[in-house]
């Protein structure tokens, strides 16, 4: 039988999920881990009153098997790993695959009003950090000087987060309000929804991520073009895509950081990725980079001869470095970068996984993708649509499982959109 919203179990999943977004937001991992091992709990708890059983078919899906399969891949490979202290952080790091399907089930029973209200919640506590991150930025530059510190990392230094993963919180936070707003659920009121709207929106284009601002620019297009009322009336229409025409003209026009990374990317010379050595003095793009990662990905598992069972996650960073140090990239020597390329991956989950788990890991990983492509189709919502794009984009420039807040960004964060609830007659099922 349906659970009832109006009882306290709801309420305190409610507040359970925003101390976890709040906590992840502010890098305050002990909190989170506590929130999530709350959220399971409530979540058991919550399916066992409202069903009369543990067990919700809900808990299995194509998305849920995957992260369950590449958890799996992470402990058989403790059984030939060198390294068993990083095999084993890599283990409890990945935890969160099996956490979030069961943690994220219980949003159908929290009612339509508790949904609203997390949303909302998820949406204040983000500009409340955001304008934290810019007061920070705001007070140093006044004694340095440096314009530096309102872009890109720097502004989020404060919080200690990492500024292409908070970007995507806050396209989070942008999808729900333009979703909200489309359907007058305002925030306040209007006026303050649309003003929270646009700080956000400033504060994306602050943080600097191309990929991020690439797909926000998309989103709105396609509002523009096909779902607002703007679709309707030309003249309306041409004033909007002119005032974006404007928007764009100037930001790449006008000398300013978010101009300057692009450019770089732009300017980056695809034929240094193919030396057979470099020189330390040598800088890659982030392009250059991640291509360069397709390019040693082979060659070191074609060395290893480990395509199907990969280098173990405990090993495969010692691997890396191993091949920075080969190919002669700079490794450190002066106090501003006393590390240079030693300890970054692959930067790319494909690679990553293909690199720690073989074969079998990557096809894991495609099996969860699969799993969310599954979920935006069946939903059929604009907002789980475009953060699935996010994501499975992302994969392929960051390695998003292998740290504590990205594993969260691509596990949960899709699911807070797909079980939504009271929005439909009737509650979604999965594969």
């Known amino acids: 039988m349906p659970f009832p919203t109006d009882k306290i179990l709801p309420r305190a999943y409610t507040a359970a999920t925003v101390i976890f977004y709040i906590s992840v937001f502010c890098s305050l991992r002990a909190i989170s881990s506590i929130a999530m091992i709350t959220l399971i709990v409530i979540?058991?708890?919550?399916?066992?009153?409202?069903?009369?059983?543990?067990?919700?078919?809900?808990?299995?899906?194509l998305f849920s098997v995957g992260c369950a399969l590449f958890f799996?891949?992470?402990?058989?490979?403790?059984?030939?790993?060198v390294n068993i202290?990083?095999?084993?952080?890599?283990i409890e790091l990945k935890t969160v695959l099996l956490a979030a399907p069961v943690m994220s089930v219980y949003l159908l029973h929290i009612g339509r009003g508790n949904w609203q209200r997390l949303m909302k919640a998820y949406v204040y506590s983000l500009v409340a950090v955001t304008l934290y991150c810019f007061v920070y930025a705001l007070r140093h530059y006044w004694t340095t000087g440096d314009i530096s510190l309102f872009f890109y990392h720097p502004l989020v230094a404060a919080v200690e987060q990492h500024a292409v993963q908070f970007a995507i919180f806050v396209l989070g936070a942008i999808l729900f309000l333009k979703e909200s707003y489309n359907k007058r659920q305002y925030c306040i009121g209007r006026g303050w929804h649309i003003a929270i709207m646009i700080w956000l929106l400033l504060f994306l284009l602050l943080l600097s991520s191309k990929l991020v601002i690439m797909v926000t620019a998309a989103f709105f297009l396609y509002e523009l073009v096909l779902r607002t009322r703007f679709a309707r009336s030309p003249r309306k229409r041409a004033l909007s895509f002119a005032a974006i025409l404007v928007a764009i003209t100037l930001l790449f026009t006008v000398n300013n950081p978010v101009r300057n990374r692009f450019m770089v990317e732009m300017s980056g010379k695809m034929e240094l990725i193919g030396r057979k050595q470099f020189n330390p003095g040598d800088a890659f793009s982030g392009t250059q980079f991640r291509?360069?990662?397709?390019?040693?990905?082979?060659?070191?598992l074609n060395?290893?001869?480990?395509?199907?069972?990969?280098?173990?996650?405990g090993d495969v960073q010692e691997c890396l470095d191993r091949k920075y140090i080969?190919?002669?990239?700079?490794?450190?020597?002066?106090?501003?970068?006393?590390?240079?390329?030693l300890g970054y991956?692959?930067?790319?989950?494909?690679?990553?996984?293909?690199?720690?788990?073989?074969i079998p890991g990557l096809g894991a990983f495609l099996l969860a993708c699969?799993?969310?492509?599954?979920?935006a189709v069946r939903k059929k919502d604009v907002r789980l649509s475009f953060m699935v794009i996010m994501l499975l984009l992302f994969s392929f420039t960051e390695s998003v499982l292998e740290t504590q807040y990205a594993l969260v960004l691509f596990t949960c964060l899709p699911l807070l959109f797909y079980y939504r609830t009271g929005e439909e007659e009737h509650r979604p099922t999965l594969v």
């Open 43 to 61: 979540s058991l708890v919550g399916i066992r009153l409202a069903r009369g059983r543990w067990w919700a078919p809900e808990y299995v899906s």
């Open 370 to 375: 699969a799993g969310l492509v599954v979920m």
């Open 72 to 81: 799996l891949l992470q402990i058989i490979a403790l059984l030939y790993t």
């Open 85 to 90: 202290k990083e095999g084993t952080r890599a």
């Open 345 to 358: 991956n692959s930067h790319d989950q494909f690679l990553q996984s293909v690199l720690a788990n073989g």
């Open 303 to 313: 060395e290893q001869k480990r395509w199907w069972l990969g280098l173990s996650p």
């Open 326 to 341: 080969a190919m002669n990239m700079y490794v450190g020597g002066n106090k501003d970068n006393p590390t240079g390329f």
């Open 291 to 300: 291509l360069l990662q397709w390019r040693f990905t082979g060659e070191i």
